[in-house]
């Protein structure tokens, strides 16, 4: 389809094991966001990506999180080392501009840490 | 400090009943957007509208409304005649850190009984 693809939509890990999400933004979108959803919790915002910009990794917890997009297109989250906090559901927006314009979300890669 | 805030967890109704979703929000800007998303069970975030701040005109679609009062920063949605497949987490959002993110507020939750 048309819309934001993510995956996988489900991902169980042990604690400690290294995770990759990837997320597919709908075609021409330079706005690229990740949000992470905590059960019975708002959206916490993780990065942004515009264009060839340098990335707003503000919202990432720790140095144990990183994302790249390239080519100006898919975004991978990696999660290294994952603690069982890290449970949650990982949520992938793109815009055609900014966060000012109307996100369009993917459905969310579900991640569990044993 | 830029903040949505929405009291409300949860609220439950029966069909046909006029339901109002409270949203107030803390912003620095002097002008800004206001976005509601809907969130159904399926948990893809679904755009519903945008207000600009200057704007602050009631606006209805269908059976959903919006009021915006600048001068107590609320913008508050109501859906009248509530149906079934209204039940869903409803976001509040502002666009904060210079408009590279969207804010959200922590939902809320609501659900429709026949």
């Known amino acids: 389809g048309a819309g934001v693809s993510q995956s996988p939509s489900n991902k169980v890990t042990e604690k400690g094991k290294d995770v990759e999400l990837r997320c597919d933004p709908i075609s021409g979108h330079t706005a690229l966001y990740w949000y992470r959803q905590s059960l019975g919790q708002g959206l916490e915002f993780l990065i942004y990506?515009?264009?060839?910009?340098?990335?707003?990794k503000s919202g990432l917890p720790s140095d144990r999180f990183s994302a790249e997009r390239t080519g100006g297109s898919v975004s991978t989250l990696t999660i290294q080392r994952t603690q069982q906090e890290d449970s949650a559901v990982y949520l992938c927006?793109?815009?055609?501009?900014?966060?000012?314009?109307?996100?369009?979300f993917g459905e969310g890669s579900r991640l569990t840490v044993l | 400090a830029q903040k949505v805030t929405q009291a409300q967890t949860e609220i439950s109704v029966v069909e046909k009943e006029d339901v109002t979703l409270d949203c107030v929000y803390e912003?620095?800007?002097?002008?800004?957007?206001l976005f509601w998303y809907k969130q159904p069970p399926s948990g893809e975030l679904v755009f519903l509208i945008r207000r600009n701040s200057f704007d602050e005109q009631n606006e209805i679609s269908g059976r959903y409304s919006w009021n915006f009062q600048k001068s107590t920063s609320s913008f508050n949605f109501t859906i009248t005649a509530s149906q079934v497949v209204d039940s869903a987490v409803y976001f509040c959002?502002?666009?904060?850190?210079?408009?590279?993110?969207?804010?959200f507020g922590t939902g809320t939750q609501l659900k429709v009984e026949l």
């Open positions: 927006a793109s815009s055609l501009t900014s966060s000012t314009g109307e996100l369009f």
């Open positions: 912003t620095r800007d002097t002008t800004y957007y």
């Open positions: 990506f515009q264009g060839n910009s340098a990335p707003d």
């Open positions: 959002a502002l666009p904060t850190g210079g408009g590279n993110k969207l804010t």
